[in-house]
């Protein structure tokens, strides 16, 4: 990862600081939280700050799920055209491994992917863009995802590839043959039906 930048407000406490990964497109950002005895603070979401450093898009709806066992694995999902989704995702509970599959027709990195650690205790957000399958593992129990996306669901346009396919080769942080999955994702395609 590379870090690009940091972005201050007024109050020089109150900071946003956002890495890139070697898939372009991809960004990890991890907000400063302003604490006192109270509790803490920290903005989680600014428009414009993201229009200007992360990506020029606009958020229509915010979807949230709750996986309950430690080892739970959602996905590798994804929109199809015309209805591709970005994905804006952090924990509100507990801590997941999420991951970005690049499934982008003729990108350099097709099939590559990337992941990082998102934990509520940190409140980290992973922006996966459109033309990226997304899935995530849990490393709690009882964790809580919430995400913004760039166009509604569409059952029609829903989609995914195989959590385990050998060609991307994830790197999941959990004993898949104990993995809890559900029936769909238990089935899903491989990368190279994409192809």
């Not at 950002?29 to 604490?35: A, F, H, N, S």
């Not at 957000?125 to 997304?134: D, R, T």
Request: charged residues 20%.
């Amino acid at each position: 990862m590379k870090c690009l930048g940091t972005f201050y407000r007024h109050n020089p406490e109150i900071s946003v600081h956002y890495e890139t990964f070697s898939v372009s497109g991809v960004a990890l950002i991890v907000p400063t939280r302003i604490g006192d005895s109270r509790g803490y603070f920290f903005e989680s979401y600014k428009d414009g700050w993201f229009r200007e450093h992360i990506a020029n898009v606009g958020f229509v709806q915010d979807n949230q799920s709750l996986s309950a066992q430690v080892g739970t694995i959602r996905g590798l999902h994804y929109q199809k055209s015309p209805l591709p989704q970005g994905k804006l995702v952090r924990c509100l509970n507990g801590a997941i491994f999420d991951v970005a599959v690049d499934i982008r027709p003729g990108s350099k990195t097709f099939g590559q992917w990337v992941g990082a650690n998102l934990t509520a205790e940190k409140g980290e957000q992973l922006w996966v863009p459109e033309g990226f399958a997304h899935g995530f593992c849990t490393l709690e129990p009882d964790t809580v995802v919430f995400y913004k996306v760039t166009n509604p669901y569409s059952h029609p346009h829903d989609a995914g590839i195989a959590f385990d396919d050998p060609e991307i080769g994830i790197d999941w942080p959990v004993d898949l043959s104990k993995a809890v999955l559900s029936d769909k994702d238990k089935t899903q395609p491989k990368l190279a039906s994409l192809r």
